[in-house]
């Protein structure tokens, strides 16, 4: 376990220095990957999303592929089609993108439901379906969706079934001014976010040491109390006055599992409120919906999160 977490605690330097000014950012996607969930990424053009997942995937040396989702993408063109071989005169599988351990989804929002739907499976399942055969997905299979807060015209809202299979939804904000100026000594240094460029970073651990921390992330002692303080969170968001739509079961499930990862990645072998807290925003910004009302009253999920964390009492 020392090893892995030294392999991990690498990941996080070195990710700290390329993406400079995002440290929280960066380890609750760490925690998100340790559980094995997806992620939405949500932030405004040119804050590093796209950066930060090819630089990720580099470092662990996980096979990458990004797809560019505009509104004439095909699910085919995402999953894969077969193709007639007039030389072989046989139907030869030409396997889309989605065949990878990392796959970049950009502007998932841009793309219509019909190709979004087509992640669904894959997301879930780990497997995907052509002409009905069924193909598994690598062992590590890991979607990283963004998407563009400021765009309204020409998007496709993601539905509630859709972002329930999302693990996290991360907000990547605008660097503080130190950071900033540190992202421009690094380009006037000569660091720029092209392939060549990330190619030359050095890998700091594998795709199969991450799969053996997930595996050590399961066995994370998580007490009754905590389960049943968990607990009292998610129904208390199924009955708080600001909120139409609360935490699911599946929600309850990811909560847990992404304790114990952020017990982990904290060098703990047991999960305390402080963890359920942590992973508390962005487990559940994406899956609880406010009533039109509360919208009017200006009020934002990010704060009414924090009021049904404030509302249960926590064990001692």
């Known amino acids: 376990m020392s090893e892995l977490k030294s392999a991990l605690n690498r990941l996080q330097e070195a990710l700290n220095n390329i993406i400079v000014g995002q440290s929280h950012l960066i380890q609750q996607f760490l925690i998100a990957m340790l559980a094995g969930g997806h992620i939405i990424l949500e932030g405004v053009p040119g804050t590093g999303k796209t950066l930060l997942v090819k630089v990720l995937a580099q470092l662990i040396q996980a ?3 990004r797809v560019q989702l505009t509104p004439d993408v095909l699910p085919a063109d995402i999953t894969g089609t077969n193709i007639f071989d007039l030389n072989s ?3 030869v599988l030409k396997k889309g993108p989605v065949f990878t351990e990392v796959l970049l989804a950009d502007e998932i929002n841009r793309t219509p439901p019909k190709t979004q739907a087509s992640l669904l499976e894959a997301m879930e399942e780990m497997q995907v379906t052509l002409d009905g055969e069924t193909l598994p997905l690598p062992d ?15 998007t496709y809202p993601l539905p509630e079934a859709q972002l329930d299979r999302f693990l996290f939804k991360l907000v990547v904000e605008y660097p503080q001014l130190e950071a900033e100026k540190q992202m421009l000594l690094n380009r006037r240094s000569g660091f720029a976010a092209r ?10 651990t ?12 399961k066995k994370i002692e998580i007490s009754e109390a905590i389960v049943d303080y968990l607990l009292a969170l998610v129904r208390a968001s199924r009955q708080f006055p ?3 739509l609360g935490a699911s079961p599946r929600a309850a499930g990811a909560w847990l599992v992404t304790s114990q990862a952020a017990a982990w990645l904290a060098g703990r ?11 508390a925003a962005p487990l559940m910004r994406h899956r609880l919906l406010l009533k039109p009302e509360a919208m009017l009253d200006g009020l934002e999920i ?8 404030n509302q249960v009492p926590v064990p001692r």
């Open 63 to 65: 096979d990458f592929k």
């Open 89 to 91: 005169r046989n139907f």
């Open 195 to 204: 392939r060549s460029d990330i190619a030359n970073i050095e890998p700091v």
């Open 242 to 244: 600001d909120l139409a």
């Open 140 to 154: 590590f299979f890991w979607v990283i969706a963004t998407q563009n807060p400021l765009e309204f015209e020409g």
């Open 269 to 279: 072998e047991f999960v305390t409120p402080d963890d359920v807290k942590a992973v």
């Open 206 to 217: 594998t795709v199969a040491e991450i799969l053996q921390a997930r595996q050590a992330v």
């Open 302 to 309: 990010d704060g009414v999160i924090a009021s049904v964390l």
